[in-house]
């Protein structure tokens, strides 16, 4: 089952790649993770997916959490998670690419010359679904964020809280 | 008023506002304008050493005996990196040290510099933190924070990088120290849950086999007497972790001396039966539980821990605590206090008989000194015991790494915390003699030993020209098998005896000239019967460095030893008999 960690850390040099290293000093798998400035400017917000046990997510964000820079830590796998990811594809102008775009309800950003570049955003299994159904176009490129998350909770994910 | 000061300036006087007395280091291109402040101020003494990873090991020394932290000073690149194994092995340990290194000027960070490393990136996975300083103006708060980094909550090494450029005098900075650290990002919990205290309390007058199973966190956190405290109130047998020896005193009849790997039988017994675990300031790492799925399984575990992350990092146990182990054991102490008519000494009695029994049947042998072997060589233990005779169990030991090692644990009966002193995570060979060194400079008066082997003291043996230099009067107790003992053990028992370079007999150096020839005093000792008039010797011999050169027996292993992958009951007792 997929885990979702997410972190507040000081936006500082260096403070990202004590993250990273972390986890392949210790060994975790991480599925995707992606980290941008907060609307607090002092703090950056870094999402993490993993399909760890529930012994090795313990052990992340308890290990995460004594990095100096890091600031909150908290794992929002659960019912009110709310993650998103955002695709982008590109591939050969043509009707029957037009037809699979719109049936998948992607979005087309660009039509330059041959080749469409469109989006997607939806939950990680349903951008795994859309890249599914649109292999055989053939898909010429394809970015994914990796998994964005907050939780509905009324408790605020924050430094002050 | 102010004063204005440069960088490197600022850097000396930040060091001595932190409380620095004494600094460990190596000058070079990139330290030069430190090394320059250095000389023009007299409030911090400066020790050179000969090779930067001594540096890192002295101030580790000194830090695990006085219980300061060890400050240490070296140059950009190789200066830097050969501080890396002092640092990881501190790190391992959980010693409180500042290093300073310099680093190459801003400007040319990233250009592949004339000795320029990555040192922030190089010793990431091995410091609780590390600073890469970005302007002179910072020095002094990244000084105070890093001190308090390295000796709050869970100690360790800090890193201070600072470019050449930034000590230098255009960079002129209004110098204040302010000691009252504040890092919203880093709040160690040191007072322990108070509901989980109580469940611990309960699980404590409940039961009828406990064992207290205590670690460094004890002697880090100077939590000895409320150690001694608290197993003295309920009558419950100790057993120390190779961090942990002297916590506990050893003399004490309800002590087990040390566990796992080569632990007692009857400690690695007591935790395999018991009932009840209170494991202190110990991380269950695997030279301890030996296959964590065959641990202690019959035990509850309360586990006392001022780092969150291990707990229940290999062992699931029933009442975490996260808190400094001195300010939970009183707390555990104060509630006992008042239900000491719940305290039923009487119920544990049958546990401590079969400790008792345990003991008996396969416990150390510590009248060995006594007894001339067969073949007429010395034993190594009996080398630990004639130290221990002649220092009256009083001395700072220091330690390499292998044999000696586990012999000095197991046959050094030591009474004190923070008198043995040897690298037990990393398992750092080299280490001894620069932590002697560290040692002496704390205790100038105290009689320091560093119990080491040929291999090992090879490993950092120019720093006998330090020992020189500072009329250090260290005594080098030199267990000598003419072989890396612990290898060729391993190799013995597993691999057939196939003794895969862990043997040098015919290239190994004269230790007597070499020790002459750094200035010292060296002596050799083939015979049993000039064991004990050697030890005498050498300690006499109060204001001088001894490197006493001691012929042992080759083929005597360390007994007991946990077999792998099974429990803490599976120990081979001797080249012959096993328990399971």
């Given at each position: 089952m997929q885990k979702v960690i997410s972190l507040l850390m000081e936006n500082q040099a260096g403070a990202l790649s004590r993250v990273v290293g972390l986890f392949s000093q210790r060994g975790y798998n991480i599925d995707s993770l992606i980290v941008a400035p907060t609307s607090d400017s002092t703090v950056s917000r870094l999402t993490m997916t993993t399909h760890e046990d529930e012994k090795v997510v313990e052990q992340i964000t308890k290990q995460v959490n004594k990095?100096?820079?890091?600031?909150k830590v908290k794992d929002l796998t659960g019912n009110n998670l709310i993650d998103r990811e955002l695709l982008l594809i590109k591939l050969e102008v043509n009707t029957k690419n037009k037809s699979h775009l719109d049936k998948t309800n992607c979005s087309i950003l660009s039509e330059e010359k041959s080749l469409y570049v469109a989006e997607f955003i939806g939950t990680s299994s349903e951008v795994d679904k859309v890249i599914l159904s649109l292999q055989n176009c053939p898909l010429l490129e394809v970015v994914r964020t990796g998994v964005s998350a907050i939780s509905s909770d009324e408790q605020i994910f924050s430094v002050k809280n | 008023m102010k004063n204005r000061v440069s960088g490197a300036e600022a850097l000396m006087l930040a060091l001595k506002d932190a409380g620095t007395e004494i600094l460990f280091g190596y000058p070079g291109g990139a330290a030069l304008y430190i090394y320059d402040a250095l000389f023009q101020q007299d409030a911090i003494k400066h020790i050179l050493v000969r090779h930067e990873q001594a540096a890192v090991h002295a101030a580790d020394g000194y830090a695990r005996s006085s219980g300061k932290p060890g400050v240490v000073i070296v140059t950009s690149g190789p200066g830097a990196t050969n501080a890396i194994t002092g640092i990881a092995t501190a790190f391992m340990d959980s010693i409180p040290l500042v290093v300073i290194s310099g680093q190459v000027r801003a400007p040319l960070i990233g250009t592949d510099a004339f000795q320029e490393t990555d040192m922030i990136g190089v010793s990431r996975p091995v410091v609780k933190h590390n600073f890469l300083v970005q302007k002179a103006e910072d020095i002094p708060d990244i000084i105070s924070k890093a001190f308090y980094i390295a000796t709050s909550g869970r100690p360790g090494p800090v890193v201070v990088d600072i470019p050449k450029d930034l000590t230098?005098?255009?960079?002129?900075l209004n110098y204040s120290f302010n000691k009252d650290v504040h890092i919203r990002s880093y709040q160690p919990q040191n007072e322990g849950h108070p509901g989980q205290i109580k469940r611990a309390l309960k699980l404590l007058l409940e039961s009828k086999q406990p064992v207290i199973y205590s670690g460094g966190g004890v002697i880090s956190a100077n939590a000895s007497e409320e150690l001694i405290e608290l197993a003295r109130i309920l009558d419950f047998p100790v057993t120390n972790t190779l961090m942990g020896l002297g916590a506990y005193p050893a003399s004490d009849d309800r002590f087990l001396g040390m566990l796992g790997m080569h632990g007692t039988y009857e400690a690695n017994m007591a935790m395999h039966n018991s009932d009840l675990i209170l494991a202190v300031g110990a991380r269950f790492d695997d030279r301890i539980t030996n296959d964590p799925a065959k641990f202690a399984l019959k035990a509850k575990k309360i586990h006392i821990d001022i780092d969150p992350a291990s707990i229940d990092k290999i062992i699931d146990v029933d009442v975490p605590i996260v808190g400094s182990t001195k300010i939970v054991l009183r707390k555990i102490l104060n509630l006992l206090e008042k239900k000491k008519d719940k305290i039923d000494k009487k119920k544990i009695e049958p546990w401590h008989l079969k400790i008792k029994t345990w003991r008996k049947e396969h416990g150390l042998n510590h009248d060995l000194l006594e007894e001339k072997s067969s073949n007429s060589k010395i034993l190594p233990q009996q080398v630990i015991q004639a130290l221990y005779q002649e220092t009256k169990g009083d001395a700072f030991v220091t330690s390499d790494v292998g044999q000696h090692q586990m012999f000095a644990a197991q046959y050094y009966k030591f009474e004190k915390p923070r008198r043995w002193i040897n690298?037990?995570?990393?398992?750092?060979?080299?280490?001894g003699l620069p932590a002697a060194m560290g040692v002496q400079f704390a205790f100038p008066e105290a009689t320091v030993a560093c119990v080491t082997g040929e291999g090992s003291i090879?490993?950092?043996?120019?720093e006998l020209s330090t020992c020189l230099q500072y009329g250090l009067p260290i005594k080098i107790i030199n267990v000598n098998n003419a072989a890396l003992g612990m290898v060729k053990q391993w190799q013995d028992m597993?691999?057939?005896?196939?003794?895969?370079?862990?043997?040098?007999q015919d290239s190994l150096p004269d230790f007597v000239k070499l020790a002459e020839s750094y200035g010292h005093v060296g002596m050799k000792v083939k015979k049993y019967e000039e064991l004990k008039s050697a030890m005498k010797e050498c300690f006499k011999l109060t204001d001088k460095l001894v490197f006493l050169d001691i012929d042992v027996d080759p083929d005597e292993h360390v007994y007991p030893m946990l077999e792998a992958s099974m429990s803490l009951a599976d120990m081979h007792l001797d080249k012959k008999n096993k328990t399971w």
């Open positions: 990095l100096i820079d890091v600031v | 230098d005098s255009n960079h002129q690298s037990g995570g990393l398992g750092t060979m080299g280490f090879q490993m950092c043996i120019q597993q691999y057939d005896g196939r003794l895969s370079q862990s043997t040098y």
